[in-house]
């Protein structure tokens, strides 16, 4: 077992409502991680981070699972929490050893009283806090007023840095790195990258015209 030094190890906890899909968002880690070579379901029952009898059953999360996620000469301790109110102590419980805490949002359903109680038990804890905006294949996602819900409910500097290239697809814009990203299909690695970084004679172009833009501006 490689051992890592503790400046290269990150405790994330992922909090939110009932249903936005913490538990598959933890599978999927792992699984683009190589950690399983195939991802599990809520339906089967053969998720890893619901692996008690009592989630099995119920087909939820009752119990905080810590799962360890290597990634970039670095390893992540997931803390996959329950999103069901009854077991709130469990959410509490991770947000106190978390480094940062991932609020799942269903780009469907909206802003849910569950991300929002997560919100204020982050806040108590003065952690850094991160959006993941989960379901954007489906059809009736809607990312654009889910982005002006976060805005309005938990502070207008939620930044966007990945955007969807359209409704129900699998293809997201990297907006720090200049980059779309294809996913072929659901449960895959494989996905297809493309630079979407303008060349330099459409950049200088953009100047111009922004220098243009300026100079009227200030004459005006």
Do not use: C
């Not at 890592?4 to 991680?33: C, D, F, P, W």
């Not at 989630?55 to 290597?70: C, N, Y």
């Not at 379901?135 to 805005?151: M, P």
């Not at 299909?185 to 922004?210: D, F, G, Q």
Request: aromatic residues 6%; positive net charge.
């Amino acid at each position: 077992m490689k051992v890592y030094e503790a400046t290269h190890i990150r405790n994330v906890a992922l909090v939110g409502h009932q249903g936005s899909g913490k538990t598959m968002l933890t599978e999927a880690m792992l699984y683009t991680a190589g950690v399983i070579s195939r991802m599990g379901s809520i339906e089967e029952g053969n998720t890893v981070s619901d692996y008690h009898p009592s989630e099995k059953e119920r087909g939820m999360s009752v119990f905080t699972s810590l799962l360890h996620v290597p990634w970039q000469d670095h390893k992540i301790n997931v803390l996959d929490t329950p999103g069901y109110p009854d077991f709130v102590g469990e959410v509490l419980a991770a947000l106190r050893v978390a480094d940062l805490a991932i609020y799942v949002m269903n780009a469907v359903e909206g802003v849910q009283v569950g991300t929002e109680l997560a919100w204020e038990y982050g806040l108590k804890q003065e952690i850094p806090s991160m959006f993941v905006v989960n379901h954007l294949d489906r059809a009736e996602s809607d990312f654009r007023t889910l982005v002006a819900q976060i805005k309005e409910r938990f502070g207008r500097g939620a930044t966007v840095v990945q955007i969807p290239a359209g409704t129900g697809t699998r293809t997201i814009i990297d907006v720090l790195h200049m980059k779309q990203l294809t996913y072929r299909k659901a449960a895959s690695r494989r996905r297809k990258t493309r630079s979407i970084r303008p060349s330099a004679r459409r950049r200088k172009s953009s100047i111009r015209r922004s220098s243009k833009t300026l100079r009227k501006t200030m004459r005006a």
